[in-house]
């Protein structure tokens, strides 16, 4: 019964992968390059933390900026309008006053 383990391999594939792993750097050999793998998955993890907080950081930075400027727009819009109702109102009072 062959069942399949990783990606396609089989248990026994996988033993004969590593006894050939065994064989090919010794039994002193292998803790050092587990922990050798471990660290660079370790830095390599760190890595992708440290540019995700980065990147976190910087877009949290721009969406403020940009909150800011849409509140400055919001507020020179609400002036505009104002005045175009202003305007409009003696516009239309002086139409009144004129008929």
Same mark, same amino acid.
């Given at each position: 019964?062959?069942?399949?383990?990783? #990606?396609?391999?089989? /248990?026994?594939? @996988?033993?004969?992968? !590593?006894?050939?792993?065994?064989?090919? $750097?010794? &039994?002193?050999? +292998?803790?050092?390059?587990?922990?050798?793998?471990?660290?660079?998955?370790?830095? #390599?993890?760190?890595? /992708?933390?440290? @540019?995700?907080?980065? !990147?976190?950081?910087?877009?949290?930075? $721009?969406? &403020?900026?940009? +909150?800011?400027?849409?509140?400055?727009?919001?507020?020179?819009?609400?002036?505009?309008?104002?005045?175009?109702?202003?305007?409009?109102?003696?516009?239309?009072?002086?139409?009144?006053?004129?008929?």
């Amino acid at each position: 019964m062959n069942t399949l383990f990783l #990606f396609g391999v089989s /248990a026994g594939e @996988i033993l004969i992968i !590593f006894l050939a792993i065994l064989m090919l $750097f010794g &039994s002193k050999k +292998i803790p050092e390059l587990a922990r050798s793998l471990g660290k660079g998955i370790n830095e #390599f993890k760190k890595a /992708a933390d440290d @540019i995700k907080q980065e !990147f976190q950081d910087n877009s949290n930075e $721009f969406s &403020s900026e940009i +909150i800011e400027d849409f509140k400055e727009i919001d507020s020179e819009i609400k002036q505009n309008s104002n005045q175009i109702r202003d305007l409009t109102e003696k516009f239309t009072d002086n139409l009144k006053s004129n008929l």
